[in-house]
């Protein structure tokens, strides 16, 4: 959905660097999220920010920070990079009704 | 934590008969369950949704049951197409939480 957007699409690092995934959005929606998905394993929820000021954990948050900018962008890090951190990362956004719309994902490979 | 069961893993079709895939979930209290398709390289998007307080919604050639009592839900698609051809994700939210099962790759043969 190109309301949805995440920089960058691709990337690669090394153990222990710190990268910063990226995402926007236009919908005008005040729920955010960040999952990951591994293949065999679905997506897993990292982070969920409801609004600016509000910040909760999801299911798998150990390793991953996140900052809630501005209502439109929300950013995932990760402080030191491992390898097992190497998966398919998407944003999402979503109503209060639940519906969720999620970017084009962000392929991270650490090395 | 909810849990979310999705079968099969692997789906193939002839092109116009139809597909099910069926998910299971633990938490009594879940109150929405969505399907979504990606595609190749994409994101998942949306397909079909359900609420807890209906137990059947249809839009077009798909559709979604639910059974609260035995906590599964399924999904079908009718007259299958080609451009069908995806992976299928069901979903429950619990909480302000939502999860995922782990996915049906649907291939339809033309």
């Known amino acids: 959905d190109a309301d949805v957007t995440q920089t960058p699409r691709n990337r690669i690092t090394k153990t222990g660097k710190r990268i910063m995934l990226e995402c926007s959005q236009t919908k005008g929606h005040d729920r955010m999220y960040w999952y990951r998905q591994d293949p065999g394993l679905g997506l897993r929820l990292i982070y969920y920010s409801f609004d600016v000021k509000d910040i909760n954990k999801g299911e798998i948050s150990d390793g991953y920070s996140v900052s809630r900018q501005a209502q439109a962008k929300f950013s995932l890090s990760l402080e030191s990079a491992i390898p097992n951190q190497t998966a398919l990362y998407f944003c999402a956004t979503s109503e209060r009704t639940g519906v969720q719309y999620f970017g084009p994902g962000t392929r991270l490979t650490v090395l | 934590g909810e849990n979310v069961e999705q079968h099969p893993s692997t789906l193939s079709v002839q092109e116009g008969d139809s597909a099910v895939i069926k998910c299971t979930y633990s938490?009594?209290?879940?109150?929405?369950f969505p399907w979504y398709k990606q595609e190749l390289g994409k994101g998942p998007q949306l397909i079909i949704d359900?609420?807890?307080?209906?137990g059947e919604k249809k839009d077009q050639r798909i559709a979604v049951t639910l059974n609260k009592t035995a906590k599964h839900f399924s999904l079908h698609i009718t007259e299958t197409q080609p451009e069908d051809s995806a992976v299928y994700f069901c979903?429950?939210?619990?909480?302000?939480?939502?999860?995922f099962g782990t996915g049906t790759s649907l291939t339809v043969i033309p």
């Open positions: 938490d009594s209290a879940s109150n929405y």
């Open positions: 359900i609420r807890s307080n209906v």
């Open positions: 979903a429950a939210r619990a909480g302000n939480q939502f999860y």
